[in-house]
Protein backbone atom coordinates (compact mmCIF):
# COMPACT_ATOMS: atom_id res chain seq x y z
CA UNK A 1 0.00 0.00 0.00
CA UNK A 2 1.69 3.35 -1.03
CA UNK A 3 1.56 5.86 1.73
CA UNK A 4 -0.02 9.11 -0.40
CA UNK A 5 -2.47 7.02 -2.09
CA UNK A 6 -5.34 9.47 -3.94
CA UNK A 7 -3.83 12.00 -2.18
CA UNK A 8 -3.40 15.69 -3.46
CA UNK A 9 -0.43 17.80 -2.28
CA UNK A 10 1.24 21.44 -2.87
CA UNK A 11 4.93 22.01 -2.73
CA UNK A 12 6.07 25.05 -3.38
CA UNK A 13 9.68 25.57 -4.37
CA UNK A 14 8.91 21.93 -5.74
CA UNK A 15 11.64 22.79 -8.42
CA UNK A 16 15.10 22.46 -6.97
CA UNK A 17 16.63 21.00 -4.31
CA UNK A 18 14.98 19.73 -1.05
CA UNK A 19 11.05 20.69 -3.10
CA UNK A 20 12.28 18.16 -5.63
CA UNK A 21 13.33 15.56 -3.53
CA UNK A 22 9.84 15.55 -1.72
CA UNK A 23 8.25 16.26 -5.18
CA UNK A 24 9.21 12.80 -6.30
CA UNK A 25 9.03 10.71 -2.89
CA UNK A 26 5.68 12.07 -2.98
CA UNK A 27 4.51 10.85 -6.06
CA UNK A 28 6.37 7.12 -5.78
CA UNK A 29 4.31 6.85 -3.05
CA UNK A 30 1.15 7.97 -5.09
CA UNK A 31 -0.06 11.47 -4.26
CA UNK A 32 -0.97 13.71 -7.46
CA UNK A 33 1.64 15.78 -6.68
CA UNK A 34 1.30 20.14 -7.69
CA UNK A 35 4.75 22.06 -8.33
CA UNK A 36 4.14 25.62 -6.88
CA UNK A 37 7.53 27.56 -8.15
CA UNK A 38 8.64 30.55 -9.93
CA UNK A 39 11.33 28.60 -12.30
CA UNK A 40 9.59 27.01 -14.40
CA UNK A 41 12.25 25.20 -16.28
CA UNK A 42 13.28 23.52 -12.92
CA UNK A 43 9.37 22.83 -12.00
CA UNK A 44 9.04 21.19 -15.63
CA UNK A 45 11.50 19.06 -15.43
CA UNK A 46 10.61 17.78 -12.03
CA UNK A 47 7.13 17.17 -13.23
CA UNK A 48 8.68 15.30 -16.26
CA UNK A 49 11.06 12.87 -14.31
CA UNK A 50 7.45 12.27 -12.25
CA UNK A 51 5.59 11.55 -15.21
CA UNK A 52 8.22 9.16 -17.07
CA UNK A 53 7.97 7.11 -13.78
CA UNK A 54 4.07 6.69 -13.79
CA UNK A 55 3.55 9.27 -11.43
CA UNK A 56 1.15 12.48 -11.58
CA UNK A 57 2.31 16.36 -11.45
CA UNK A 58 1.25 19.29 -12.26
CA UNK A 59 3.49 22.84 -12.59
CA UNK A 60 1.74 25.99 -11.66
CA UNK A 61 4.85 28.50 -12.41
CA UNK A 62 3.70 31.22 -9.63
CA UNK A 63 5.07 33.64 -7.41
CA UNK A 64 4.50 32.65 -3.78
CA UNK A 65 4.60 36.06 -2.65
CA UNK A 66 1.39 37.04 -4.58
CA UNK A 67 -1.73 36.09 -2.87
CA UNK A 68 -3.90 36.11 -5.99
CA UNK A 69 -1.08 34.13 -8.32
CA UNK A 70 -1.40 31.69 -5.07
CA UNK A 71 -5.53 31.63 -4.56
CA UNK A 72 -5.59 31.50 -8.61
CA UNK A 73 -3.80 28.12 -8.40
CA UNK A 74 -5.17 27.30 -5.86
CA UNK A 75 -9.23 27.33 -7.30
CA UNK A 76 -7.99 24.80 -10.24
CA UNK A 77 -6.72 22.27 -8.85
CA UNK A 78 -9.96 21.48 -5.83
CA UNK A 79 -9.03 19.10 -2.76
CA UNK A 80 -5.89 19.24 -1.38
CA UNK A 81 -4.82 17.51 1.08
CA UNK A 82 -1.04 17.93 2.09
CA UNK A 83 0.67 21.29 1.89
CA UNK A 84 4.57 21.79 2.04
CA UNK A 85 5.75 25.53 2.13
CA UNK A 86 9.17 25.20 1.10
CA UNK A 87 9.95 27.97 -1.65
CA UNK A 88 12.74 29.87 0.52
CA UNK A 89 15.79 32.06 -0.48
CA UNK A 90 18.84 33.03 1.99
CA UNK A 91 20.73 35.98 3.13
CA UNK A 92 23.60 36.49 4.27
CA UNK A 93 24.75 39.20 7.03
CA UNK A 94 24.05 40.63 10.13
CA UNK A 95 21.31 43.71 10.78
CA UNK A 96 24.27 46.20 9.67
CA UNK A 97 24.48 44.59 6.04
CA UNK A 98 20.93 43.86 5.72
CA UNK A 99 19.39 46.27 3.86
CA UNK A 100 15.86 47.43 4.13
CA UNK A 101 15.26 45.64 0.29
CA UNK A 102 17.36 42.88 1.41
CA UNK A 103 14.76 42.22 4.66
CA UNK A 104 11.40 42.86 2.66
CA UNK A 105 12.79 40.41 0.26
CA UNK A 106 13.37 37.52 2.42
CA UNK A 107 10.27 38.51 4.63
CA UNK A 108 7.93 38.59 1.72
CA UNK A 109 9.21 34.99 -0.22
CA UNK A 110 10.05 33.27 3.26
CA UNK A 111 7.19 34.29 5.60
CA UNK A 112 4.16 35.98 3.26
CA UNK A 113 5.00 33.18 0.96
CA UNK A 114 3.73 30.35 3.29
CA UNK A 115 1.22 32.64 4.87
CA UNK A 116 -0.17 32.99 1.26
CA UNK A 117 -0.96 29.27 0.70
CA UNK A 118 -1.72 28.64 4.12
CA UNK A 119 -4.17 31.71 4.18
CA UNK A 120 -5.53 29.80 0.35
CA UNK A 121 -5.39 26.07 1.47
CA UNK A 122 -6.81 25.91 4.89
CA UNK A 123 -10.48 26.63 3.42
CA UNK A 124 -10.28 23.87 1.27
CA UNK A 125 -8.74 21.21 3.63
CA UNK A 126 -11.49 22.02 5.95
CA UNK A 127 -14.02 21.93 3.58
CA UNK A 128 -12.90 18.66 2.17
CA UNK A 129 -12.82 17.09 6.00
CA UNK A 130 -8.67 18.02 7.20
CA UNK A 131 -5.01 17.91 6.18
CA UNK A 132 -1.59 18.03 6.79
CA UNK A 133 1.09 20.70 6.61
CA UNK A 134 4.45 20.61 6.79
CA UNK A 135 6.77 24.14 7.02
CA UNK A 136 10.40 24.26 5.97
CA UNK A 137 11.76 26.12 9.31
CA UNK A 138 15.49 25.25 9.84
CA UNK A 139 18.10 25.38 13.02
CA UNK A 140 18.09 29.06 12.30
CA UNK A 141 14.85 29.56 14.09
CA UNK A 142 16.63 27.67 17.51
CA UNK A 143 19.98 28.24 17.39
CA UNK A 144 22.09 31.93 17.31
CA UNK A 145 23.99 31.46 13.68
CA UNK A 146 26.68 33.98 12.81
CA UNK A 147 25.48 36.48 9.75
CA UNK A 148 21.68 35.14 9.49
CA UNK A 149 19.99 38.15 10.41
CA UNK A 150 17.39 38.19 7.87
CA UNK A 151 16.86 34.24 7.44
CA UNK A 152 17.00 33.76 11.02
CA UNK A 153 13.98 36.05 11.34
CA UNK A 154 11.89 34.78 8.70
CA UNK A 155 12.30 30.98 10.22
CA UNK A 156 11.70 31.92 13.33
CA UNK A 157 8.33 33.03 11.62
CA UNK A 158 7.48 29.85 10.24
CA UNK A 159 8.12 28.41 13.56
CA UNK A 160 5.81 30.21 15.28
CA UNK A 161 3.43 30.20 12.50
CA UNK A 162 3.02 26.90 12.45
CA UNK A 163 2.24 26.44 16.16
CA UNK A 164 -0.57 28.93 15.83
CA UNK A 165 -2.34 27.49 12.43
CA UNK A 166 -1.60 23.77 14.52
CA UNK A 167 -3.65 25.09 17.15
CA UNK A 168 -6.34 27.00 15.40
CA UNK A 169 -6.90 23.85 13.04
CA UNK A 170 -6.43 21.04 15.08
CA UNK A 171 -10.48 20.63 15.45
CA UNK A 172 -10.97 20.50 11.73
CA UNK A 173 -9.06 17.33 11.39
CA UNK A 174 -5.69 19.59 10.10
CA UNK A 175 -2.41 18.91 11.55
CA UNK A 176 0.80 20.94 11.29
CA UNK A 177 4.62 19.94 11.85
CA UNK A 178 7.49 22.06 10.80
CA UNK A 179 11.05 20.98 10.19
CA UNK A 180 14.34 22.15 11.08
CA UNK A 181 17.07 20.64 8.84
CA UNK A 182 21.44 21.78 9.24
CA UNK A 183 22.54 22.35 5.79
CA UNK A 184 21.62 20.50 3.09
CA UNK A 185 23.47 19.95 0.02
CA UNK A 186 21.20 21.76 -2.35
CA UNK A 187 21.46 24.82 -5.00
CA UNK A 188 20.37 27.21 -2.38
CA UNK A 189 23.67 26.15 -0.81
CA UNK A 190 26.00 26.05 -3.72
CA UNK A 191 24.75 29.60 -4.86
CA UNK A 192 24.85 31.55 -1.20
CA UNK A 193 28.67 30.07 -0.89
CA UNK A 194 29.35 31.37 -4.31
CA UNK A 195 27.53 34.63 -3.91
CA UNK A 196 28.95 35.56 -0.67
CA UNK A 197 32.44 33.85 -0.77
CA UNK A 198 33.95 33.88 -4.51
CA UNK A 199 37.07 32.29 -4.30
CA UNK A 200 36.83 30.09 -1.28
CA UNK A 201 34.03 28.22 -2.21
CA UNK A 202 35.66 24.40 -1.48
CA UNK A 203 36.83 25.93 2.02
CA UNK A 204 33.12 27.20 2.71
CA UNK A 205 31.89 23.62 1.67
CA UNK A 206 34.05 22.57 4.20
CA UNK A 207 33.34 24.52 6.92
CA UNK A 208 29.53 24.15 6.30
CA UNK A 209 29.91 20.33 6.13
CA UNK A 210 32.08 20.10 9.36
CA UNK A 211 29.73 22.45 11.47
CA UNK A 212 27.35 19.36 12.21
CA UNK A 213 28.83 17.46 14.39
CA UNK A 214 27.98 13.97 12.19
CA UNK A 215 30.47 15.35 9.63
CA UNK A 216 28.31 16.08 6.31
CA UNK A 217 26.07 18.00 5.32
CA UNK A 218 22.46 16.39 4.59
CA UNK A 219 21.16 14.86 1.25
CA UNK A 220 17.35 16.25 0.25
CA UNK A 221 16.21 13.02 0.20
CA UNK A 222 16.85 12.38 3.74
CA UNK A 223 14.59 15.70 4.81
CA UNK A 224 11.82 13.86 1.89
CA UNK A 225 11.90 11.25 3.83
CA UNK A 226 11.24 12.86 7.47
CA UNK A 227 8.73 14.83 5.20
CA UNK A 228 7.05 11.92 3.65
CA UNK A 229 6.12 10.35 7.68
CA UNK A 230 5.17 13.72 8.58
CA UNK A 231 2.25 14.02 6.18
CA UNK A 232 0.85 10.42 5.94
CA UNK A 233 -1.06 8.72 8.22
CA UNK A 234 1.40 7.45 10.09
CA UNK A 235 1.71 10.86 11.94
CA UNK A 236 -1.57 11.10 12.59
CA UNK A 237 -0.92 11.72 16.47
CA UNK A 238 1.89 14.23 15.88
CA UNK A 239 0.88 18.06 15.30
CA UNK A 240 1.84 21.84 16.64
CA UNK A 241 5.75 20.07 16.81
CA UNK A 242 9.02 21.18 14.60
CA UNK A 243 11.95 18.43 13.93
CA UNK A 244 14.90 18.91 13.81
CA UNK A 245 16.97 17.17 11.14
CA UNK A 246 20.25 18.56 12.17
CA UNK A 247 23.21 15.81 12.22
CA UNK A 248 23.53 16.54 15.88
CA UNK A 249 23.77 20.55 15.50
CA UNK A 250 21.35 22.07 17.90
CA UNK A 251 22.14 19.53 20.85
CA UNK A 252 25.84 17.73 20.11
CA UNK A 253 27.71 20.86 18.88
CA UNK A 254 29.71 21.01 21.94
N1 LIG B 1 19.50 23.84 1.97
C1 LIG B 1 19.63 24.03 3.28
O1 LIG B 1 20.73 23.91 3.86
C2 LIG B 1 18.43 24.37 4.13
C3 LIG B 1 18.52 24.26 5.51
C4 LIG B 1 17.42 24.57 6.30
C5 LIG B 1 16.24 24.98 5.70
N2 LIG B 1 16.18 25.09 4.33
C6 LIG B 1 14.91 25.56 3.76
O2 LIG B 1 14.43 24.57 2.86
C7 LIG B 1 13.72 25.20 1.81
C8 LIG B 1 14.22 24.71 0.46
O3 LIG B 1 15.60 24.99 0.36
P1 LIG B 1 16.50 24.40 -0.81
O4 LIG B 1 17.86 24.32 -0.26
O5 LIG B 1 15.88 23.21 -1.42
O6 LIG B 1 16.43 25.65 -1.84
P2 LIG B 1 16.59 25.74 -3.46
O7 LIG B 1 17.11 27.10 -3.73
O8 LIG B 1 17.35 24.57 -3.98
O9 LIG B 1 15.09 25.65 -3.96
C9 LIG B 1 14.14 26.65 -3.62
C10 LIG B 1 13.04 26.62 -4.65
O10 LIG B 1 12.09 27.64 -4.29
C11 LIG B 1 11.73 28.37 -5.45
N3 LIG B 1 11.34 29.73 -5.08
C12 LIG B 1 12.13 30.69 -4.55
N4 LIG B 1 11.43 31.82 -4.41
C13 LIG B 1 10.16 31.57 -4.85
C14 LIG B 1 8.98 32.34 -4.96
N5 LIG B 1 8.96 33.62 -4.59
N6 LIG B 1 7.87 31.76 -5.46
C15 LIG B 1 7.89 30.46 -5.86
N7 LIG B 1 8.99 29.68 -5.79
C16 LIG B 1 10.11 30.22 -5.29
C17 LIG B 1 12.99 28.37 -6.31
O11 LIG B 1 12.69 28.65 -7.67
C18 LIG B 1 13.52 26.95 -6.07
O12 LIG B 1 12.97 26.05 -7.02
C19 LIG B 1 13.87 26.71 2.02
O13 LIG B 1 12.73 27.19 2.71
C20 LIG B 1 15.09 26.81 2.92
O14 LIG B 1 15.07 27.97 3.72
C21 LIG B 1 17.24 24.79 3.54
Known amino acids: ?7 VAVVTGGGSGIGKAICELFAKEGAYVHIFDLNAEGAENV ?4 KAKGGNAQVHVLNVTNQLEVITAVQVIGKIDILVNN ?3 AHVGNIENCKEEDFSKVFDVNVKGAYNTLYSIIPVMKSHGGGAILNLASIAAVVGIPDRFAYSMSKGAIYAMNLSVARDYMKDNIRSNSISPARVHTPFVDGFISKNYPGKEGEMFKKLSDSQPIGRMAQPEEIAKLALFLCSDDAAFITGNDYPIDGGFIKLNN
Do not use: H, R
Not at 1 to 7: A, F, N, S, T, V
Not at 47 to 50: L, M, S, W, Y
Open 1 to 7: MLKLQDK
Open 47 to 50: AKEI
Open 87 to 89: AGI
